[in-house]
């Protein structure tokens, strides 16, 4: 409802939402994502209930056409991110809000179609399953993706650094790119190091913590579980 009430004032208002660069959201698509937002709310609150076949179709549409639609709308959020850590500034406070009202959407939907599909197989939507490492071609998968990264972020530390690379000078990218980055951008690329490159370095660190157990522990939750083992309030319980 939240989600609907914004859209709809800012299509009224004719308030300017950025989508991409050089576009803007039409007020037609924000009241489009206003009806959706709401159908999607309905469905979550159907999903508590116990629906005939019919009903169950139903509220699994309206899941599956919702949540890519709000993750489409989340694109913008990487960018954001990196101009926020540098302190760079925020180019359009509508367009963070919307990408925030999102990604908010996205995981908020995921999550209601991973316990609604739980649910539906007759598991507990609340299950926690024990933490693991990852299986090894996982794990191995994950590696050479991460290998992907080291090719930019060596191409961005040799143009801060003045040197020429890929048909294109270092004296010419700092020029155009850091001549009006903020005080940490250029603290940052003074010592050779493009902002992006420890953003990439957070990211595959919290990729990393996925892949191992130490990762899924942290932060340690705890809850009281009876002194018999049983494992029916904690799923994650380890006796001693």
């Given at each position: 409802m939240l989600y609907a009430a914004v859209e709809v004032t800012w299509a009224v208002t004719g308030t300017t939402v950025p989508w991409k660069e050089h576009s803007a959201y039409a007020p037609g698509v924000q009241l489009f994502l206003a009806a959706l937002a709401?159908?999607?709310?309905?469905?979550?609150?159907?999903g508590t209930r116990t629906l005939a076949r019919l009903g169950r179709v139903a509220v699994a549409t309206a899941l599956i056409v919702a949540v890519p639609v709000f993750v489409v709308g989340m694109n913008g959020l990487p960018i954001y991110f990196v101009t926020i850590v540098t302190l760079?500034?925020?180019?359009?406070?509508?367009?963070?809000t919307q990408v925030l009202l999102n990604t908010a959407g996205a995981a908020f939907l995921l999550l209601v179609g991973l316990s609604y599909r739980r649910r539906l197989r007759g598991d507990c939507p609340l299950a926690h399953p024990a933490a693991s490492r990852a299986p090894?071609?996982?794990r191995i998968a994950v590696?050479?993706?991460m290998c992907g990264l080291l090719p930019w972020a060596g191409t961005k530390t040799i143009w801060t650094l003045g040197g020429d690379a890929l048909g294109?000078?270092?004296d010419d990218w700092q020029r155009t790119s850091i001549a009006g980055a903020s005080g940490p951008s250029k603290a940052t690329a003074s010592a050779g190091i493009d902002v992006t490159v420890p953003a990439a370095m957070v990211g595959i660190f919290l990729l990393l913590g996925l892949l191992y157990v130490w990762g899924q522990v942290f932060p340690t939750e705890r809850c009281s579980c009876p002194d018999d083992g049983s494992r029916a309030c904690c799923p994650w319980f380890q006796p001693g």
């Open positions: 709401l159908l999607a709310g309905g469905a979550c609150l159907a760079s500034g925020i180019e359009s406070a509508t367009g963070l090894r071609r996982t590696y050479l993706l294109v000078a270092g």
